[in-house]
């Protein structure tokens, strides 16, 4: 059972990468998160890092400083999703999907004001500028994260009480 997890999950954030969608509304960071609440360790941080290189591959983008900052913030989604497994309640998912959102926009907009030679001066403006101009991928983000974390803890929800629900025995069946 739990490998046909670990195998959904990379193939959902691998083809969430792979089909149209509005840029940066992909399920990768919502799939760190649920590994990390619902996986063990060892296997929870490897998830994204797959995901994340296989698609990388398939999309033929270069494994550069931006990837591994990237791959940084994902692990660093993963270890969001540990703490959100200590106390697993919806308002606490809310929560960690956001800070999610926002440190990888945080993080990777840093990234790339200070990118020698890149799009924004080296000052408090230009920061402040790439900051600024990354706000609707931001938005798409948020909203992706926000949308695939529900998603993903929602059918795991649903899918634990399914389990745990006692189940009414056919009565047309003879043991």
Request: aromatic share 14%; charged share 10%; hydrophobic share 55%.
């Amino acid at each position: 059972m739990r490998y046909g997890l670990i195998l959904a999950l990379i193939l959902l954030a691998v083809v969430g990468r792979l089909i149209p969608h509005p840029d940066n509304f992909t399920p990768i960071m919502a799939v760190a998160l649920f590994a990390g609440a619902t996986l063990p360790s060892r296997i929870a941080y490897v998830i994204p890092l797959l995901a994340l290189v296989a698609s990388d591959l398939l999309l033929g983008y270069p494994l550069d400083w931006m990837a591994l900052v990237v791959y940084g913030c994902l692990l660093a989604s993963v270890g969001i999703g540990q703490w959100l497994a200590k106390r697993l309640t919806w308002s606490r998912t809310g929560l960690a999907a956001v800070a999610g959102s926002l440190i990888f926009y945080l993080v990777t907009n840093f990234a790339v004001w200070v990118e020698p030679h890149g799009l924004y001066a080296h000052t408090v403006d230009g920061l402040l500028q790439c900051y600024v101009m990354a706000i609707p991928f931001f938005r798409n983000s948020l909203a992706g994260d926000l949308f695939w974390t529900a998603l993903l803890f929602g059918l795991y929800e649903a899918g634990y009480s399914w389990l745990k629900s006692p189940r009414v025995k056919p009565t047309h069946l003879t043991p």
